[in-house]
């Protein structure tokens, strides 16, 4: 049994099972009372593969492990788990359409998603609105959680890694000088080039050149790079989504570009791994396979055995998110959407995948930035950053 699996794991390790499914060994009754998880996945398109399966693979995974350990107990009662996974596509509007059906219904206890910062800020403001729990495993634009009681995050910000990009830049490869090609049309990549300029700037370094792109102009990126490669810089920062990273890197290559390229947290090395990026390339991440935390081993484990593949980041946090909404319904004895709210904010050394989390000061966890090196097919981590 999975759920095995991960006992013998962590009482090795001397961390405490999850306290909403240690009191009990078995799995509820059929007519226990039953606790609905909403997961916002994008379960259609192009982003299935890199987030949408994933998110659904954390997010079951969890379900089953705390249903095979005896649900989770609250106030005495031992409650089943169930997620309702919701499909978002691709599109803000539809990411707001189905969050809108899941917050109005009575039986969600809270949601979990949407992973993209450009859809998790206005769930956000219809989760503040009508009260009910929210925690985005992966969106990490500083105004998700920003001025909010109800909403929460298992990733960093993008003042985190965009701090740590800076910092490697500077201290790690010695760039003095760095460009910028970033989507002005998104928030995410928006802002991860103002805080990273801002960084880099006061490390000492100087950005000598910036080109912004719109969503209708994704295309074809060779003049702006062209532009980019005759300022001469050291580190060339890509703040954006996949595809658009896919292309640009090739792009940048073409237009003689070889400095090293610097990513957040949107780099596959499967899809980027044949790549040309004569430089290297570096990126930050929230987590990584080879962490050697109990919590960690214990669901890479896990997950390996169900699925037969080894997860991802976004399968890592979307695990924690949902592990963390049991402990905090256990801890609070109800199943109120109040109650879970206030429950998650006391939050103290929650041992979970991507880290050890604390929410009594804030929505966001204070966690490490982990830099990495893509390196023949795979993301090796060569320095944690403190937040």
Known sequence: MIHQLLRAVLRRAGIPLLAAVAAACSTPPADAPVVRI???????????????ASTRDGAMLAAREINEAGGIDVGGVRHRMEVVLTDIGEGTDM??????????????????????????LPVAVLAERVGVPMITPMASHPDVTAGRRWVYRIAFTDDVQATALARWAREGLHARRAAVLYEESASYSRGLTERFAAAFTQGGGQVVAREGYTRDRASDFSAALGRLAA??????????ELPDDTLQIRQAAAAGLRAPLLLADFVDPNVMSGLPMPGGLFTTHHWYLEGSAPANRAFVA????????????TSAATYDAVRLIADAMHR???????????????????????????FTARQDPAKRAVVMRLDGGRLVAVREMAP
């Open 38 to 52: 909403g997961v916002l996945a994008s379960l259609t398109g192009p982003r299935v593969v890199m987030s949408g």
């Open 95 to 120: 990411a707001t359409s189905a969050a809108q059906s899941l917050l109005t219904r009575p039986d969600i206890q809270a949601i979990v998603g949407p992973q993209y910062s450009r859809n998790a």
């Open 231 to 240: 300022a001469k810089p050291d580190v060339l920062l890509l703040p954006n």
């Open 302 to 313: 896990a997950f390996s055995k169900v699925y037969g593949h080894a997860p991802n980041a």
């Open 332 to 358: 609070a004895g109800r199943t109120t959407p109040a109650a879970l709210r206030d429950a998650i904010a006391a939050t103290r050394e929650f041992h979970g995948a991507t880290g050890t989390m604390d």
